[in-house]
């Protein structure tokens, strides 16, 4: 397992749930939402940043048979506008299937309903997807997913 801070992405249409790992990237943990839109992007490279984070891992929604449909195509073209602006942090596209339903139920186990849920499922959906890739990798010994090649050298 690679030690570092990871930050993970959860894009949806109206906000951005962030998550990140503890510095040996054993556990994922909800730092906040953004709303979508202008600074967006500023916002995730200052967070890379002020973490010194070794990898961003964005959320890329598949169909439960594993296609790609719209909602993928937008994730891969944010991913590679982060891609470009958090250079030269690697970004990497993983598997989010059924990651918001998995965050709602939780949410829904720890007894928040309604308004209070919406404000927070973004951030538990991106705890999810940083999760997952943490212990895809410590299981598998490899990081999961496919990272963006933007010609670094």
Known sequence: MRPGVRIGVDLGEVRIGLAQSDPSGLIALPVQTLTRGPGDLERIRDLVSEHAAI????GL????SGGEGPAAAKARQFAVALADVVRPVPVRLCDERLSTVTAEAVLREQGKKGRKRRAVVDQAAAV????????????????PGETLDLGRA
């Open 61 to 64: 929604p598949r169909s439960l």
């Open 128 to 143: 999810v997807i940083l999760q997952n890739a943490l212990d895809t990798e410590r299981s598998a010994g490899f990081a």
């Open 55 to 58: 990898e961003v891992v964005v």
